[in-house]
């Protein structure tokens, strides 16, 4: 089975710190995803990366910045957290397989909380 | 542009009920996929199905299962003999053909809150 690996269920962090998510999957995919799921809007994506050192900006970007230095491994970073930046944050991977027809598989996500 | 909407925000039905969640979908591409996913209240994201859109089989799996018409863009999901631990969101995504870029990256709907009380 795929594990992907959220570094954190719950997270507090105060306004204007640096914020760093950690997300680690072991299945050797290629693509990784960073969401964030707020009532009433669904999942929006705010980054994506489709190999080692690659990213590509989702629909939300502005304020979140990534890094992906290893296959395994996706950060994303709150540059200066602020108090909209509070939600559910959800890590998926996925293998470049066949076009298209793989599904995501995902973290059990990360509660932040800015103060 | 590729859309996927999930007009009910809310259901709520007695246990052993047959609830029927919808799903419509926008697309320019020929070729896609469709998704549906569960997320229980741990959180998680739970994958369900895959169906690509030269496949319009529905499909049964125990007590679920899914109509696939082109017809009508709708990629709809029925529980039948719903159980309480069916309570979850309950999300629609869409793929588009990536043309070789293999982004494969999902358009959500924003989810169906399913409640079933015993």
């Known amino acids: 089975d795929v594990k992907v690996t959220q570094s954190s269920r719950y997270l507090v962090k105060r306004t204007g710190e640096k914020v760093f998510l950690e997300c680690v999957q072991d299945?050797?995919?290629?693509?990784m995803f960073w969401y964030r799921q707020d009532p009433g809007l669904g999942l929006r994506l705010i980054y994506f990366?489709?190999?080692?050192?690659?990213?590509e900006k989702g629909d939300i970007p502005e304020g979140y910045s990534v890094s992906r230095e290893k296959k395994e491994r996706f950060s994303l970073i709150l540059e200066s957290a602020s108090t909209n930046q509070t939600s559910m944050y959800l890590c998926?991977?996925?293998?470049?397989?066949?076009?298209?027809?793989?599904?995501?598989?995902f973290g059990d996500g990360t509660r932040l909380s800015i103060l | 542009a590729q859309k996927v909407t999930q007009a009910q925000t809310e259901i709520s039905v007695v246990e052993k009920e047959d609830v029927t969640l919808d799903c419509v979908y926008e697309?320019?591409?020929?070729?896609?996929?469709l998704f549906w996913y569960k997320q229980p209240p741990s959180g998680e994201l739970v994958f369900l199905i895959r169906?690509?859109?030269?496949?319009?089989q529905n499909e049964i799996s125990g007590r679920y299962s899914w109509n696939f018409q082109k017809s009508t863009s709708s990629f709809n999901f029925t529980i039948t003999a719903s159980q309480v631990v069916d309570s979850a969101v309950y999300f629609c995504?869409?793929?588009?053909?990536?043309?070789?870029?293999?982004?494969?990256?999902?358009?959500f709907g924003r989810g169906t809150q399913l409640t079933v009380w015993p």
């Open positions: 169906r690509n859109s030269f496949d319009e």
């Open positions: 998926a991977s996925r293998d470049r397989g066949r076009k298209g027809n793989q599904p995501q598989h």
């Open positions: 995504a869409l793929t588009d053909d990536d043309r070789g870029s293999t982004l494969g990256r999902l358009y």
């Open positions: 299945m050797d995919h290629e693509n």
């Open positions: 697309t320019r591409d020929t070729t896609y996929y």
């Open positions: 990366s489709y190999d080692v050192k690659m990213k």
